[in-house]
């Protein structure tokens, strides 16, 4: 069965700066569409950023654009979600999912197939 498994998570003060990892094991991320989503308690869950495999394109929500930066290293079958300039406002769970065959709005959640277990991500001082 696919797998992914975040790491990186942890508490940081505003301002600071995360970088949260997606491994996958059983499979080739480079077949899939990536997408990053948190959800924070009492929220639903919202996309943060995506990477879609086949156009080679990504999509950023606005709240994080110009802070979040994805990437994908096919080398380590890994993708990343590069966090500067936190605020609080950004604490939450953050998972990271795949889907074979995304739509034309590829960063929605409920069209992922495969989830991690998520990471929780604390912005406080």
């Known amino acids: 069965q696919l797998q992914l498994v975040e790491s990186g998570g942890g508490l940081v003060q505003p301002g600071g700066s995360l970088r949260l990892s997606c491994a996958a094991s059983?499979?080739?991320?480079?077949?899939?569409?990536i997408g990053w989503f948190r959800q924070a308690p009492g929220k639903e869950r919202e996309g943060v950023s995506c990477i879609n495999t086949q156009t080679r394109s990504t999509s950023t929500a606005d709240s994080v654009k110009g802070r979040f930066t994805v990437s994908k290293d096919d080398a380590k079958n890994t993708v990343y979600l590069q966090m500067n300039s936190l605020k609080p406002e950004d604490t939450a769970v953050y998972y990271c999912?795949?889907?074979?065959?995304?739509?034309?709005?590829?960063?929605?959640?409920?069209?992922?197939?495969?989830w991690g277990q998520g990471t929780q991500v604390t912005v406080s001082s």
């Open positions: 999912a795949a889907v074979l065959r995304p739509t034309r709005y590829y960063c929605l959640w409920d069209q992922y197939d495969y």
């Open positions: 059983r499979f080739i991320l480079d077949d899939y569409t």
